[in-house]
């Protein structure tokens, strides 16, 4: 119960550092973005709590090998937001080899799942 509360908050934290980002990046009011993306990401987070049960079931029946490609996509596109982080708040061209990083994870992921999930 407390792990999920504690990953509940470091979605709408990193949500909320998301949107910081955008204000920074387009010289808008900072608490307007960083509130808006805080509270999206917790509506998200409510919401998927009540598909929790059955993600969790659909995850445990289906073989990892069939997973395997979806999981590395979503790592890459976190990479990638990360690396947008970091592109913003500290350097630019580390930030951009790092979104670069995360772009191309996500795109092996994806032929990786499409020939798990159709192979016979």
Do not use: C
């Not at 996509?73 to 913003?88: D, N, Q, T, Y």
């Not at 092996?108 to 999930?117: D, K």
Request: net charge positive; glycine share 8%; no cysteine.
């Amino acid at each position: 119960m407390t792990s999920r509360i504690i990953y509940s908050l470091a979605i709408v934290s990193f949500a909320a550092l998301f949107g910081l980002s955008l204000a920074k990046v387009s010289a808008s009011d900072p608490w307007d973005f960083t509130l808006g993306a805080a509270v999206i990401s917790a509506v998200a987070v409510i919401v998927a709590g009540f598909f929790r049960k059955p993600t969790a079931s659909f995850e445990q029946a289906t073989p990892p090998r069939k997973l395997l490609g979806l999981r590395i996509g979503v790592v890459g596109f976190v990479v990638a937001l990360s690396g947008w982080l970091v592109a913003v708040f500290l350097s630019a061209s580390v930030g951009y080899f790092i979104v670069a990083l995360g772009v191309i994870a996500s795109f092996v992921g994806f032929p990786i799942h499409i020939y798990n999930m159709f192979r016979s």
